[in-house]
């Protein structure tokens, strides 16, 4: 449990660095977005490692990351214009 609480706060805190970091160059933008993806299938190796029992904080958390996902998809589509 203390694992997926970590992840997302790992996920989240790239993406709130990028929201109010100066970004100069795309692929800055790109490897948090790798990153996040990255810790979304940690989340998801967490959750079936515990039987996807852990009271609907999991799901939360994987919402989140998936939306910062979204959102970091979206930032790395802009900048590279």
Do not use: P, T
């Not at 810790?39 to 852990?54: F, K, P, V």
């Not at 799901?59 to 590279?80: F, G, N, Y």
Request: proline content about 0%; cysteine-free.
């Amino acid at each position: 449990m203390k694992k997926i609480y970590m992840v997302a706060a790992l996920a989240l805190s790239f993406a709130g660095g990028v929201a109010v970091a100066q970004v100069h160059d795309w692929h800055d933008l790109d490897a948090v977005h790798h990153h996040v993806i990255e810790a979304i299938h940690e989340m998801e190796r967490a959750q079936h490692a515990n039987h996807y029992d852990m009271e609907g904080h999991a799901v939360k958390a994987e919402e989140a990351l998936r939306h910062a996902e979204h959102e970091l998809d979206m930032a790395v589509q802009s900048a590279r214009r």
